[in-house]
Every structure is written in structure tokens, then in C-alpha cells.
């Protein structure tokens, strides 16, 4: 084994061994590290700012571009809201011992299950910093140990984060390496942490196709969130103000999000007027249009779209635009294009509405609403862990009870198996 | 690729066809495709007990054990039972379309989350020929499209087995490769298979080591089922005839299966009665025991544990068995030994009772019930696809539910994101 080896293999031991107390901790232990973790941000403001700073202005040394720096910048505003986040995380209620269901069987048999923490949890992230309070909180709340690895860009920033959450911890009487910031930024890292089923119980990947990549056959259970590329249907019964406002809402409220359409569809029948009204309101944003041969008749300033229009993750201003002939052609468009994240369809017509919803196979369908909504907060999580695009353990916006597992517990006087 | 991966993918990329037409098949069509099989499984009687009769005695020439070939064997009665447990997944309710939860927003978006099929589950199993049935039987009823890979030893009965589910499918409207038999018994298949996540979903293995390996690294979610290392733990304050009658049923009533006790822990205060007592049950059994030092002591015939002894599966008529001084002993003794299957404590102590099923990390923790219970059908499930030693996605014995995933399906009337 390599000295890194090494050194993780004795961090995870820890984090195992930090996972077993905190899965038997009181939910009030775990919410005082919380509140204590939120006066440490306060408190310490000026030394995460002062090495916050320092990251960044190597972040522009190194040529990176503004939008990383400002993913990567905190400010006074920024870290106030990341202590208040702190606290509604606090303000939850703590899943772990919840009963799930419970039954009782003919031979008197009672049965519960209980939700439990998954174990140790690591999550593999890039420069903003707000994910290292983030996923700490959350993980830790669940009754997980949680072993962070963020980006290199980051890593004084992180530092200072780091010891305030292992103080916290130990403050509420909670052991400090329930989380664990790997202070090691080589690749080499996540070529350990997906070898270590016996250490690691779940990775929950928050990066690009790269890392993607350096996570594939991880030993260990990874729960992705990776690409969103999203639809909007409009249908030719839809009420077309509400399509606008919704259409104009899933691509420019925050074009470089998961959730934000990339992929236009509009029945035939409602293509001119609907498209013309739209478009007045796109081009006022700056929205690129490319679009099918139907929809550069309509509108002459859009480009012609090319097959791998339709399969990208835009992030940007740009959106893809397909006139249908029918309910049916937008369907299997959809489930063939369609990242599985989020879909809608704008509509009055009560079949084509049950169809959608039934029919279209993503992690979220809306009817006349925005795909935007794609998210743990707006969903009424209190919380938001990442949007899996996964169909196993959970799918779609994750929140604290995405964190956990069961276990049944049976009790008896006796019985034995005939 | 080779003749073999074009073969495979073509099938494959037909399954997942059909996994779209299953997902939205109704639970009439799929129960009357379910009685077709109970059907074509006793009317085609003869035809099957002569294919299996065939690869019976191929098997024994072929040099395999008489308890394999009873594995691989089929008679009269149990094709019958085969054909009752195929009516019994008829008779269970349809887990797809299940309201799992819904709420409505402040905003008055209403969200509501629905259980619906995984899509396409791979099965890859060994020579019992009536595990093609089950899953089939369970994994299509969940409205997934299923793909089985038997062992070479059953090839001839799974074929005609394969071929009669197929018309079923065909009988009940739905399409016959909704469930696709794998008639090549190379190793590459499963090589193949687990490259696949764009047309696979989930791979359930159901064998020994030599197949976990065969899956590691693999891109498709696998859902373990592998070892069982189940503990019972016999309190000081325990009924001792309970705990003997707990004891004799969890070691000898079926000892070669994962839910069967292998460990045995003893309190210190009542080990000489129990033990003496229990004995004299487990030696008319033919059970061979190990123990620790003071567990020779107390049973002459004992033979001295070796540490290996602790951590292994014995599938077999011998017992470990150790003295320990405390609950906090046997605590940690079962949480650094158990599989994380299944563990027991007898007890009349609450406190114990309470203790031992918060602070065991397994699937299933009984108190004052034999470890056997630990089985889909003992559950009430009505079914049984396995038993999860996996955290995520299911744990512990799975049922119907276990083959599926959820979707959120979200109502609003011209909602947009602030």
C-alpha cells in the first residue's frame, strides 16, 4: 500500500468507527453540533473569508475562469446564509428512528421497520465550499459518518470549514471525525475510496463527466447525479399565456441548472401563435433558438437544429425547439431524449395530462408547472442532498431520509419456523 | 464486438422494448398471463420432467453431487407447487401505481409519488430450475421486463420452461420477450451484462463467490444476496426451554440455508444449564460444536473455535458457540462478526431486548424468535426475490416492492420557480 493508502485506510477506519456512535446518538446531540456549528461560522467568519480569499485570488492566478471563481467565493452575505442553512437543518425532524410501517403476523410475530443511517457516506465535490457544510450537516443528521473530498481550488477554504465541524461535533459530545475532510486532493483518493466497500458505504459523486469517469466500477454503491436535460410539451389544448410564462420560467430563471429545459416541444396545431409570443419574450433574454425545420419557418431568426442539439446538456442560453404532429410523437421523442430527470407538459386536456404522467418515465413529471420545481427544497424536503438520476435506493431530489436505510426488527415469545 | 455481444445486445435492446410495455401493462393482463403459465406449466408436465430428467443425468455423469442434482430435479410435486406459487403471485396486489405519498406545497403544487417498475432486471442464477419461474413470475408482475441466465446444468428444463412463460406473455396480450431466457451458458454473458447499464437496470445474482466475482466492477447496479452469518445471543435473563427451542429450531431445521444460526453466544450466568441442556438436542441432530475455551469446558465434546470459525458459513450441521461475560460483549462480538443478515437475542430483560435491537447493525434483529423467520413469506410479502445484505435500495428479505423504483408525478396549474 502507498503512504495515501495508508493514511485513508486509518481515516476510514475512524469514520467507521465515528458512523457506529453517531447512528445511536440522540437526535438533540446532533442537532446542538448543528447549532454549534452555526455560531462557529459566525464566529470565525473573518478567518474563512481571510482563507477563502487566498484560495481565490490562486483560482484567478491559476487562469480560472470567473464563473468558477464565483462558484468558489465566499462573502460575508454568502457564509450568513450557509449558518442559516445550518440551523434549518437543525430545525428538522431527525429521521433515524422512524417507523416506516410495522405489521403483525399470524404466529403473533410483530414486525417493524425502522429507518436507520446508511453508514459512512462519502461525497466527492468540486470548488463551491458550501457543499462541505452542506453535505456535513446533512449526512450527520441522517446518523451517518460523512468523509469529504472536495476540489483542490478550495482546499483552505475547506480547511477552516473543516476543523469548525470537527469542533462542533465534539462539542455536543459527538465524535470529531463524524466528519472527515480528506485534505489530500489527488486523484489517487478516489481510486481508494471506490475500492473500499468495507469502509464506505455509499459515494455520492457531485461533479462532471470527468469524475463520471474516475468513479467507474467503484466497488462501492455510487448514486449519481449527472445530467439533466429537460422537456417542456406543449400541447395544442394548453391554455398558451400559462405555457409562456412556464416555458420563459424552465429556461431563464437559471439557464445552468439541472433542472432548466433544454428541450422544447410544441404540438402543430398552436405552433404559430404559441412560438411567435414565446420567442418575443426568449430573444429579450438572450435565448438562442434552434429549431426543427417546422419551427425555422416560424421563426426566422432560429438556426437549424442538428440531431445533437436534441442530446444536450445546454447549461446556457440556448434552447432546442421541435414542432409534433401529436401527443404520441412528443411521448416517444421524450422517452428517448430525456435525461430522466424532469419533464412537463403544458395542457388542459384531462387525457393527454394522465397519459404524460403515466407514460413519460423521469424522476419528476409535471403538469403545468415548471421543471424548474426539480429540487429538494421546493419539494418540501427542508433540505436537498443532490437530485439523483438513478432508478435504485432513491430517485429524483434527495433529502435527509435519502441518506438513510431500514432495518426490520422483529419481536416475539418464542416462536420457531414450522 | 463478438458474434455473441450483438446477439446479446439485440436481445437486450428487445427487452427493454418490452419493459416499456409492461411498465404500462394493466395488473389484469399481467395475472392473466400469470394463471396461462400455471396452465402451460401442468398441462406441459411430461414435456418439462423429461428435459429436467435429461439434464439430471447429465449432471450425474458429469460428475455433480446427489445434493446438486436434487437442486436441479423436478418431479411431479414440484412442479405443482411451482404452478400454486405462480397462482399465489397472481393473487398478490400490483405494486405498480401504489400512491407510496402526497402532499400539497404553499403553493399549491401537489406532488405525489408513485411506485413504478425498474425497467429491465437481470436475473443470473444456477441450476434450480424453479428460480426461472419466480423471477419471471415476480419480476414481471413488479412490470419489469426480465432477462434470466440459468446454469448450464438446467439449460434443457429452462428451455422449455422459457418457452411456455413466453406464451403466456404472448396469451395475455403482452409482448413473450417481456421475459428473455439466455440460452448461452458462457461465462461472457455475464461479462456482457454487466457493461450494459443503457439496457439493464439491475442484475440480482443468486449464487456463491465465484459469481460476486464475476460481477465486481460492474456498471449495472447489482442487489447482493450472498452471505449469511446470522447470530443468536442467549441473554442471562432468558426463558432457557425458550431459548433452547429458539436454538434447536434457528441451527437444525434447515441448517443449509443464509438465514440458519451459526454462531451461538452464551451470558456467562446461565451458560453451564443452557448449554448442557441444549446439547443433548443438538447431538441427536448431528451437530458437530465449536467453542471457545469455557465452552469445552462445560461440553467435553466440543471442539476448540479457531478464529476462522467466527467468520464462517458453515451451510451445515455445526454450531459455534461462545461464553460471553456481558450484553456489551456479545454487542460487539455479533456487530464485528455478523453477515449483517440476521441476529437474535433471547431475553426477558427490556432493557437488553431494546439495546440489542438499536445497537445491532443487521437486516433483520429478532428478539425471542428464531433467526429463520428472515424470509419473504415469513414477512407476509407474499413473495420472495432474495434477501438483501446491500444497504441501499432494499435490505433484508424482498418482495414484489423490492423490483421497483418511484417516480414523482407533480400537479400544478401554471406554477413557475421564484
Redesign the interface.
Known sequence: MTELENALEEALRQAREAA?TL??ATGSAKDKALLLLRDGLLQNKERILAANAFDCEQAKASGRTSAFVDRLKLDSARLEAMARGVEQVAMLPDPVGEVIAG?R?PNG?E?IQVR?P??VVAVIYESRPNVTVDAACLGMKAGNAVVLRGGSDAIRTNRELASIISSSLAGAGLPSCGVTFIDQTSREVIQVLKRRSDLV??IIPRGGSELKQAL????V?V?PHFDGICHTYVDRSA?LK?AE??C???KC?RPSVCNAMENLLVHRDIARPFLRALDLRLEAFGVEVRGCERTCEILPRAVPATDEDWRTEYLDLVLAVKVVDSLDEALSFI?RHSSGLADAIVTNDLAA?ERF???I??????????T??TDGF???FGAETGIST????A???MGLRELT?????????????L
Do not use: C
Open positions: 457506529r447512528a445511536l405489521w403476523r410475530l414486525i436507520v446508511l453508514g458505504d455509499l467507474a466500477g467503484s466497488a454503491p448514486l391554455d400559462m410564462e412556464i420563459v420560467n424552465a430563471s422517452n395530462a404522467s403515466r407514460e418515465d423521469s424522476a419528476a413529471v409535471f403538469i403545468n408547472a415548471s424548474r420545481f421546493e419539494f418540501g438513478h432508478r435504485l435506493h430517485r429524483g431530489p436505510t431500514y432495518k426490520y426488527v422483529v419481536r416475539g415469545s418464542g416462536q420457531v419456523r
